[in-house]
């Protein structure tokens, strides 16, 4: 499930001591269902989520650095900043285990921001499994969903990737086997061009949209069982909010429709939509359509992250 330790008799400095350079892979996720069952006493909201990894994503290397300084590039400049949460991974981890080594982190991003694909997140767990192997830390499973549980609701998800029940805030994580439908084989994701707050989407959700968990719990039972999922099954408790909200989601709906797609669903809070196909050409069709009326159009598919995913040198 996760790496393990290594070299156990080492001190944490001299295993923080390794030169070189790591590169990982931290791949985007749509949401397959996301109940929304209640709010919570600490302002978070109680969710039953399946979620799924997708080919989309972003490359981060790790290099050693002289100092003991954490240094932050990416080549989106807005993120090159110590709040971006692969920043706080680092510091969480060299704080966890008092390690001093300095590292400069260079972040290529494919994955859209504020999109509802879980980019930040899943950058988050990628630099906590890379820094375990990389300075092969005595880090349990435990030590290391805490951690990821500390940073944010859905970096647990991504310590594993794949398909999965996530519940609670998003931090129960429950692997599901790898049955994945006919009819989804391929993935065309589109993003419209606003950036969506999960806060605000959330915060504005009225108690009409909550719902009991039958979804996913449907839409377990379905791929456990090998067979189709019912489209209703598929249900975001946020996308009627969203669609409302903003229009230019709906828009780029309604548009998907058009192009030929028979199945469109809000992704987390949004605003990506995805639109799943049984083949191909009727993917490909629709991406063309898309990418033709101006959008941010990416065709995908459901992946399962492997361990080399991380690659020391």
């Not at 439908?181 to 999960?198: D, E, G, I, N, Q």
Request: glycine share 8%; aromatic share 6%.
């Amino acid at each position: 499930m996760l790496f393990s330790m290594h070299n156990a008799r080492m001190s944490h400095a001299q295993h923080a001591q390794k030169p070189g350079i790591c590169f990982a892979r931290a791949y985007a996720k749509i949401n397959l269902t996301l109940d929304v069952l209640s709010r919570r006493a600490d302002g978070y909201h109680e969710l039953a989520t399946v979620m799924q990894t997708v080919d989309l994503y972003d490359t981060i290397c790790l290099a050693a650095n002289a100092d003991e300084s954490v240094q932050m590039l990416c080549d989106r400049p807005e993120l090159s900043n110590n709040e971006n949460l692969v920043v706080r991974a680092v510091q969480l981890v060299r704080q966890r285990l008092d390690l001093k080594q300095g590292v400069v982190l260079e972040l290529h991003k494919r994955i859209p921001m504020a999109a509802g694909l879980g980019g930040g997140s899943s950058d988050a767990a990628a630099v906590l499994l890379a820094l375990q192997k990389w300075w092969h830390l005595p880090l349990s499973t435990d030590d290391l969903l805490e951690m990821a549980s500390a940073l944010g609701s859905d970096v647990p998800f991504f310590l594993t990737g794949g398909l999965a029940l996530c519940e609670g805030r998003g931090e129960r994580v429950k692997p599901l086997a790898p049955h994945w439908p006919a009819s989804m084989r391929w993935l065309v994701l589109v993003k419209p061009t606003l950036a969506v707050s999960t806060a605000t989407v959330f915060g504005s959700l009225p108690a009409s949209d909550y719902s009991d968990g039958s979804h996913s719990r449907a839409l377990c039972a379905a791929l456990e069982g090998r067979h189709e999922p019912l489209p209703a099954d598929l249900h975001n408790g946020l996308e009627r909010g969203v669609l409302e909200r903003y229009p230019e989601v709906a828009r780029a709906r309604e548009e998907l429709f058009a192009t030929g797609a028979e199945l469109v669903r809000l992704s987390g809070s949004g605003p990506t939509l995805y639109a799943t196909f049984g083949e191909l050409a009727s993917a490909v069709q629709v991406q063309r359509g898309m990418q033709e009326r101006g959008y941010e159009v990416y065709l995908s598919r459901a992946i399962y992250p492997s361990i080399g995913d991380i690659c020391p040198f």
